[in-house]
Structures are given as C-alpha cells and as structure tokens.
C-alpha cells in the first residue's frame, strides 16, 4: 500500500472584499490604520429599529470584476465570492490557463447564502403580492451558486465546487477543506474562503437576541454591548509549496494545519470546554506547541458571552500568559461566513508584513478577558506562527495555523 503524499501547503493568492478596503493593498491599509467601516446600513429598511449601525460594503462595483456571466444574475454574495476569487487569482499571478488546466477546488463558507435575495423578494410579496415576485431573483438565492459562481466565472471543467454553509465557522472550515485536498495532491489549486451580504434576517435575528450594539464593536472591553454586522468575501489561493516554487509565485505564509468540532451544546452560547479542545486539536494537526503561537486571531464578535467564553478557553489552552489576542470585528464588523476568511488574510499579511493588527473601539479591557488585545493602534512584530479562531451558533468550531514561510536560501543565510 502506497504511501498518501503530504505536500506543504502555502498561501499565494489574497482576495478581499471588505467594508474597509477593496483588494489586499487596501485591506492591508485598513488594518493597519485601524480603520473603522461603523456606519448607517442602507442595505435594507431599518424603519422600526431603535439603532441599526453596520459595516456595509458601499463601493463595490460588480462589474469590476465578474466577466463570465452578467453580475444581475448573481445575488449579492455570488458577486462578494467572485471578486475576491478573481482578487486572488491575479494576486497569485497565475495565469488562468494554468488553473484551468489542473484539478481544482472551490470551498466557500457561508452563513446566510443568498439571504439578501430572500429579502426582496418577501418586499416584493408583501408590497405587491406574491403573483408579482421576480423568478429571476427566485433563481438565484441556493446558496451553492457562491461556489459554483467562481467555476463558472474562470470556466473551470476540472473541479469540484462546494458550499459549506457552517455559519461563522464557514470560512475556516472552507480553508481546511483546501488544506486537505492540496496536501493529499487531489487537486493542484485550491480557492477557499467565505461570503456573505448584508441581509434583514441576520441583522433581525441577532437584534432580537440583543446583541446588536448601538454604534461599534468593542471586543474584550469591559462595556462592549454586542456586535455590528457586516458583509464581504475572502477567498485565498492554496497550493503546494512545490507548486509555488516551481512558477516562481511569492507565498505568503504557510497552512500548517487546522482543527474542527461541533458540540452542539446550546443553539447560539458557545461552550469553553469545546473551544479550547478545537485549538488543542488544531496545535496537534500543525504540529505546534502553544507556546511557539505568536498572536491569536480571535472569533472576538463583541457580545458578553462570546469574548468571555473564547478567553477563558485561550487560558485553559495557553495558560495564564496567552499570546496577543486581537479581534479585527471591531473595525469590519462580524461578516458571518467570510468572517474567519477575511481574518486568515489578516493573518497571512501579518505574517508577511510583521505587524498585529489593532482592536479597535477599546477603552478598557474587561478583568474576565484579561487578554492583551492590541488596543487602537496596530504594533510591529516578528511572528513565526498564528492562530486563526472561527467560532459559529450550534457549537461549529474552527481553528486554523499559519506560519511564516522562509525559503531554504533565507534560512541558510540565517545560519551563516
């Protein structure tokens, strides 16, 4: 029985769609600035609700980007997932060509699909009965399409194209689905990560469970009221490293693995025993000990029960020191499936350029957090190794581990 190959698996294409940039550069921008995306949504009617501030994505232009089909017969976030696929492809620089001609994946997380369109077509029955509801619209809300979209968009034959609809966890249980495939050569490319729009049912939703804060998100801090939401696509471009080696592509960093679980404790309270034992499993898949974790990217959504929960179970993994723990959801907001994709690219880019990006909105930290959230202003950092925590209602969990990537040359000059 042959042996199963297990290829180094590395980042060489960054996609973001995001309330605080369009494109890595800007996204990049935004995060070290501390950049806030807290405004007004104009998504949808807000008549009614006492405050209805999120982090709405107000400059994208479809168009842009999407060039196989026309953007009006995709929803909302099947135009989100495109344009970071196609962000990413190019960021990759490899040629399409090339991507059509080997096996590929396409793994995108979702929360809400293509919830937005659900939105106006209950306007629309309500407004003028249900005889006069678009089809149009009807034939573009199954949530597969924010997958199937991407194939179709680069003509890919050689693909398997997924839909993984596990809430707030989606895009890091998409980044492990790729992780995987590339590892055990099924496939030469793999583009992964998470989309979702704004939509009336997710902001309702969580508003009736009061956890929509007034004005902005604030992570850890002792007076946080709660998350706003927000919308967006990231999507990475995963190959192997000897793939990327041999077209010559630059490599941002390096998945070294990824943990997952569901307990299915509670509907919407998340259970510390769970999470910690997520990152536990996630640390052994990578192969690395808590202590060589340089920060922690948090699930950090802001609410009371989420950052006390999440902290108390970074403690009982890492210990009374735990690493720099920060939540970029206070400046995009909580994105729902695209929320730990768009923070794995926060993660890579951190890994790259040597910095932690900030918490932003903190006044002061909660004495039952108790972690080091990076607060207002992002700080320079020689990182080797990060952690990426995805946590979702239901009790999904998803942690994944990037390191840095230094070439055999770099390493040996080091030596030397």
Same mark, same amino acid.
């Given at each position: 029985?042959?042996?199963? #190959?297990?290829?180094?698996?590395?980042? *060489?294409?960054?996609? %973001?769609?995001?309330?605080?940039?369009?494109?890595?550069?800007?996204?990049?921008?935004?995060? =070290?600035?501390?950049?806030?995306?807290?405004?007004p949504i104009t998504a949808f009617d807000t008549t009614g609700y006492e405050h209805a501030n999120g982090c709405e994505i107000t400059d994208f232009e479809p168009e842009r980007w999407i060039r196989s089909v026309s953007g009006d017969?995709?929803?909302?976030?099947?135009?989100?997932?495109?344009?970071?696929?196609?962000?990413?492809?190019?960021?990759?620089?490899?040629?399409?060509?090339?991507?059509?001609?080997?096996?590929?994946?396409?793994?995108?997380?979702?929360?809400?699909?293509?919830?937005?369109?659900?939105? $106006?077509?209950?306007?629309?029955?309500?407004?003028?009965?249900?005889?006069?509801?678009?089809?149009?619209?009807?034939?573009?809300?199954?949530?597969?399409?924010?997958?199937?979209?991407?194939?179709?968009?680069?003509?890919?034959?050689?693909?398997?194209?997924?839909?993984?609809?596990?809430?707030?966890?989606?895009?890091?249980?998409?980044?492990?689905?790729?992780?995987?495939?590339?590892? *055990?050569?099924?496939?030469?490319?793999?583009? /992964?990560?998470?989309?979702?729009?704004?939509?009336?049912? *997710?902001?309702?939703?969580f508003y009736r469970l009061g956890t929509i804060a007034p004005e902005r998100c604030q992570p850890f801090d002792v007076d946080r009221k709660g998350i706003l939401t927000g919308e967006g696509a990231g999507v990475l471009l995963l190959?192997?490293?000897?793939?990327?080696?041999?077209?010559?592509?630059?490599?941002?960093?390096?998945?070294?693995?990824?943990?997952?679980? /569901?307990?299915?404790? $509670?509907?919407?309270?998340?259970?510390?025993?769970?999470?910690?034992? /997520?990152?536990?499993?996630?640390?052994?898949?990578?192969?690395?000990?808590?202590?060589?974790?340089?920060?922690?990217?948090? $699930?950090?959504?802001?609410?009371?029960?989420?950052?006390?929960?999440?902290?108390?179970?970074?403690?009982?993994?890492?210990?009374?020191? #735990?690493?720099?723990?920060?939540?970029?959801?206070?400046?995009?907001?909580?994105?729902?499936?695209?929320?730990?994709?768009?923070?794995?690219?926060? /993660?890579?880019l951190a890994l790259t350029e040597g910095f932690i990006p900030p918490t932003i909105n903190h006044v002061q930290t909660d004495p039952e957090c108790d972690v080091d959230c990076v607060p207002n202003e992002a700080i320079p950092a020689?990182? =080797?190794?990060?952690?990426?925590?995805?946590?979702?209602?239901?009790?999904?969990?998803?942690?994944?581990?990037?390191?840095?990537?230094?070439?055999?040359?770099?390493? =040996?000059?080091? %030596?030397?």
């Open positions: 029985m042959s042996e199963i #190959p297990a290829n180094r698996v590395v980042i *060489t294409g960054l996609g %973001a769609v995001s309330s605080i940039g369009m494109g890595t550069a800007e996204f990049l921008a935004g995060l =070290r600035s501390g950049r806030s995306a807290a405004k017969e995709l929803g909302r976030a099947s135009q989100f997932s495109v344009a970071a696929a196609r962000m990413a492809v190019a960021d990759a620089g490899l040629p399409e060509d090339d991507l059509r001609a080997g096996k590929s994946l396409v793994s995108i997380g979702t929360t809400d699909g293509e919830s937005r369109d659900l939105d $106006h077509l209950v306007e629309t029955e309500v407004r003028q009965g249900a005889e006069h509801m678009d089809p149009g619209v009807a034939g573009r809300v199954p949530a597969g399409r924010l997958s199937a979209a991407i194939a179709r968009e680069f003509r890919l034959s050689r693909v398997e194209a997924v839909t993984l609809p596990t809430a707030c966890a989606a895009g890091n249980y998409a980044i492990g689905y790729g992780y995987d495939a590339i590892r *055990t050569g099924e496939v030469d490319f793999a583009l /992964c990560g998470g989309a979702d729009a704004l939509c009336r049912k *997710t902001f309702t939703g190959e192997s490293l000897e793939s990327a080696r041999s077209r010559g592509a630059a490599i941002y960093a390096e998945v070294l693995g990824y943990g997952l679980n /569901c307990d299915a404790y $509670h509907p919407v309270a998340p259970n510390q025993d769970s999470v910690a034992q /997520c990152m536990r499993l996630a640390l052994e898949n990578a192969g690395v000990k808590s202590g060589e974790v340089d920060f922690i990217s948090a $699930h950090g959504t802001g609410t009371k029960a989420n950052d006390v929960t999440e902290a108390r179970a970074i403690r009982q993994v890492f210990g009374d020191a #735990p690493p720099r723990t920060v939540s970029i959801k206070s400046m995009i907001g909580h994105s729902m499936g695209a929320a730990s994709a768009l923070a794995s690219i926060a /993660c890579s020689d990182l =080797r190794i990060v952690q990426n925590n995805g946590l979702a209602f239901g009790g999904n969990n998803s942690v994944v581990i990037f390191g840095r990537y230094e070439a055999p040359e770099a390493r =040996r000059a080091d %030596a030397s």
